[in-house]
């Protein structure tokens, strides 16, 4: 498998690319965000983005947007900007991971990895392989969300995680570390705030596709269910 690592700084690149080497991945690089998203169209198994926020001729934000356009390709952000406001619209905008700089390498691996496993096998519960809840279908084997009118809902593996997590234990209230701990798999200071994100994102898609419907409910202070119906 290949991961792309896009940054304008040639020394974090290349830095980076000693340790994807050193997991056995194959590393492809990137200095600008066009590049970036010249490279992932034309270069085969790409199976994950480690982007820079702050580049010349296209900033990560605008690399992520046109990325969402057709793809679901786990993306880890690189960024300077420490600010929680920035953390979040980098996670808003489609980005499924956030480091800031300077940064532990072995962090990054480990947040590279922890992706990779919820892109390629999302859901190890032993749930049902359909469910139906509400106004959704959830097909665990292919992670297809529909409607019922037969509209797909692109979701990223997280937000797949997510969803599938709460639909498949319906009425249980899970809080925002239960979830982070389940779908992404590892333990995060700001676990509570980038759940809240994909939970806001997630939310967003299934109403647009169901002309308004709350499937996912907030239980104020405690976390967040899907009711049984």
């Given at each position: 498998?290949?991961?792309l ?11 980076l ?20 998203l ?11 983005m ?18 969402r ?5 786990p ?16 996670l ?8 800031t ?33 509400g106004p ?20 990223t ?31 995060s200071?700001i676990?509570?705030k ?26 104020w ?9």
């Amino acid at each position: 498998m290949k991961i792309l690592v896009v940054d304008d700084d040639k020394e974090i690149a290349q830095l980076l690319e000693i340790y994807i080497k050193n997991e056995g991945y194959e590393p492809v690089s990137a200095y600008d965000g066009r590049e970036a998203l010249t490279k992932l169209r034309t270069t085969p198994d790409i199976g994950l983005m480690i982007l820079d926020i702050m580049m010349p001729e296209m900033s990560g934000m605008e690399v992520i947007k046109e990325v969402r356009k057709d793809s679901q390709i786990p993306i880890l952000i690189l960024s300077a900007k420490t600010a929680d406001m920035d953390k979040i619209q980098g996670l808003i905008t489609g980005g499924d991971d956030y480091v800031t700089k300077p940064f532990n390498p072995l962090e990054v691996m480990a947040r590279v990895k922890s992706l990779l496993r919820r892109s390629q096998d999302n859901v190890t519960d032993d749930t049902p392989d359909i469910l139906d809840i509400g106004p959704l279908i959830i097909n665990k084997d292919s992670h297809e969300v529909k409607t019922i009118a037969g509209k797909v809902i692109s979701l990223t593996a997280l937000e797949f995680g997510i969803l599938y997590l709460l639909a498949s234990h319906p009425n249980r209230v899970f809080s925002a570390d239960e979830i982070f701990e389940r779908v992404w798999r590892q333990e995060s200071i700001i676990s509570a705030k980038t759940v809240m994100v994909h939970v806001s994102h997630l939310r967003d898609k299934i109403e647009e596709a169901t002309n308004g419907e709350k499937v996912i409910q907030t239980v104020w202070g405690v976390g967040y269910k899907i009711e049984s119906h």
